[in-house]
């Protein structure tokens, strides 16, 4: 029997603690493009990609792909600028990284964010040739909740879904592991109550928690 095996990490709240980057950009990039977007708002489209968001914000301001892609490309910039001046790597992120790739594991990255802020985090762990696939919104055309994104990156490390591991701390991005027919560990990062991941397999308060060993079990030994 194959016993190859991927963990899938999502980006943002996993790798990188972003919660509040992106928070600020979203309202930078509304004080220079006149928008507002509300904590409410927030909070429920995370895990989204930006283009998603802007549409069923904003419709009157996303007028064409490229309106929206203005909008999105001024956000991701605030972003990848508060990221440059403090690096919010997650607790524990390098270490889970390194032992997961020492276990044997094939590594991925399925993210809803745009390959810039993807590559820049990868660099900023120091940990970018550990991955063997890296997903990001330019590969998909769907955001979380649909499964699109972690089903290419199953393909891409030539592995059946059932054999890969989600970790994720949104419940968009739970629900689209689930949908993908993948096992999944719910983080409780910045934003997040253990309550709101309880549709995941393992809720863990930090990576600290998460062990090779613990992977394996969800995959059944």
């Not at 990490?9 to 603690?17: A, E, K, R, S, W």
């Not at 044997?104 to 802020?117: D, I, M, R, T």
């Not at 040739?129 to 089903?151: C, E, H, N, S, W």
């Not at 096992?183 to 928690?209: F, H, Q, W």
Request: aromatic share 6%.
């Amino acid at each position: 029997m194959d016993d190859r095996a991927g963990v899938i990490f999502d980006m943002d709240g996993v790798l990188i603690d972003s919660y509040a980057a992106h928070y600020a950009s979203w309202q930078a990039a509304g004080r220079e493009l006149g928008f507002a977007m509300t904590h409410e708002q927030f909070v429920a489209s995370f895990g989204r990609t930006s283009r998603e968001n802007i549409a069923e914000f904003w419709p009157d301001l996303a007028t064409s792909d490229a309106a929206i892609a203005r909008i999105d490309d001024r956000k991701e910039s605030h972003f990848r600028a508060i990221l440059e001046r403090q690096f919010p790597a997650m607790d524990g992120a390098v270490e889970l990284i390194d032992a997961l790739a020492a276990a044997g594991f094939a590594l991925a990255v399925g993210s809803s964010g745009p390959p810039e802020n993807v590559a820049l985090t990868l660099d900023g762990l120091g940990r970018r040739q550990r991955f063997a696939a890296v997903i990001t919104a330019r590969d998909v055309t769907r955001g979380k909740p649909d499964p699109q994104v972690f089903l290419l990156a199953a393909e891409r490390l030539g592995l059946p879904p059932r054999r890969c591991v989600v970790i994720e701390d949104a419940p968009a991005g739970i629900a689209a592991a689930k949908a993908a027919g993948m096992k999944c560990i719910g983080l409780a990062s910045t934003g997040r109550t253990p309550p709101e991941l309880a549709a995941a397999d393992l809720v863990v308060n930090s990576l600290r928690d998460i062990s090779a060993e613990k992977v394996r079990m969800l995959l059944g030994g």
